[in-house]
């Protein structure tokens, strides 16, 4: 099966936002409704953990430490789920998965988009008379 295709991720300063997609380019409509979708985030050496989760019934679960931060939606009309990621943690930092789970238990998988939260180097200001 083909991978599910995840987009959005990149570097960001604590504190800004990003905002995540997820599709699957050959969904139907009737599918992406019915399943559930997931958004999980691995660091190295450590399992996958669910971030946020959106079920066929409009229920939306997030992990305690997104809460407030995260925001899990769904786009019909494009058939993607995104996932809005504000007020950004170093915490944060991780490769970030989307899941999908069919009416049959079929679960598939994206590929993962790296997320760093982290300050910049600076820039020197000098300024002399």
């Known amino acids: 099966q083909e991978p599910l295709v995840e987009s959005g991720g990149g570097l960001v300063e604590p504190g800004g936002s990003l905002r995540l997609s997820c599709a699957d380019p050959?969904?139907?409509?009737?599918?992406?409704?019915?399943?559930?979708w997931a958004w999980y985030h691995q660091t190295p050496g450590n399992e996958r953990e669910l971030v946020a989760e959106?079920?066929?019934?409009?229920?939306?679960n997030y992990a305690d430490s997104v809460k407030g931060r995260f925001t899990i939606s769904r786009d019909n009309a494009r058939k993607r789920v995104y996932l809005q990621m504000n007020n950004l943690k170093p915490e944060d930092t991780a490769v970030y998965y989307c899941k999908s789970i069919d009416s049959r238990g079929t679960v598939r998988w994206g590929q993962g988009t790296q997320v760093t939260v982290r300050w910049g180097q600076g820039t020197q200001v000098t300024v002399s008379s």
């Open positions: 050959r969904i139907i409509l009737s599918t992406f409704w019915g399943n559930t």
């Open positions: 959106s079920t066929p019934g409009g229920t939306t």
